[in-house]
C-alpha cells in the first residue's frame, strides 16, 4: 500500500490535469475514477490515522490526566465528521 503522501501527491497530480482540460472524454473519466480511488484510500487512511490518536480527558473532573484511545469511526462516520468541520470553519 502506498503511503498517504505517495497517494496525495499522485492525487494532486490527477486533479492538475483534469484541471488543464487538454484530454478526452474517456482519458478524462478514467482520471476521475483513478482520483476518486485516491480520494477514498487517503480519507480510509486519515479515519484510522484519527482513531489511533490519543485525547486527553478533563484532568479538572475526572481526576489525573488519562490517555484514551478514540474509537475508528464507521465509514459514514468519516464523511459527516468533515462536512461538519467544514462548516465549523466558513463561521
Given at each position: 500500500m502506498a503511503s498517504f503522501e505517495?497517494?496525495?501527491?499522485?492525487?494532486?497530480?490527477?486533479?492538475?490535469?483534469?484541471?488543464r482540460?487538454?484530454?478526452?472524454?474517456?482519458e478524462n473519466v478514467?482520471?476521475?475514477e483513478r482520483?476518486?480511488?485516491l480520494s477514498s484510500a487517503c480519507k480510509e487512511q486519515l479515519a484510522r490515522a484519527e482513531s489511533r490518536v490519543q485525547v486527553l480527558l478533563e484532568p479538572e473532573r475526572a481526576g489525573p490526566v488519562r490517555l484514551e484511545e478514540l474509537p475508528e469511526?464507521?465509514?459514514?462516520?468519516?464523511?459527516?465528521?468533515?462536512?461538519?468541520f467544514d462548516e465549523d470553519e466558513e463561521r
Open positions: 505517495e497517494q496525495m501527491a499522485e492525487l494532486e497530480k490527477v486533479v492538475e490535469r483534469l484541471e482540460g487538454d484530454l478526452s472524454l474517456e478514467s482520471l476521475f482520483g476518486m480511488q469511526p464507521a465509514s459514514g462516520e468519516a464523511d459527516a465528521e468533515e462536512e461538519s
